[in-house]
């Protein structure tokens, strides 16, 4: 999986759990998505930068709901949903 696709899986996975009013850790989101504590956290850092989440409270920036809700509409993350 590329650090894009990572990402995008990302900002589905704390989508899709705010929008059922769960948050997630760090923890949780490495273990949803199948990664490494440390490859989540890196990604985080770089997608706080980028403006895409608020990494203090692991919450998506109202860019990074956008960008989530369109990649949650996608097959390939339809089926990665399904997996998780």
Known sequence: MTKQTLALHILVALYRSAS?????????????????GTVVSDLLVELDRAGYVDRSQLRLTLPGLAVAVAAAKKPEMRAFARAA
């Open 20 to 36: 059922r009013g769960n948050l997630l850790d760090e923890s949780s989101l490495s273990h949803r998505i199948g990664q490494s």
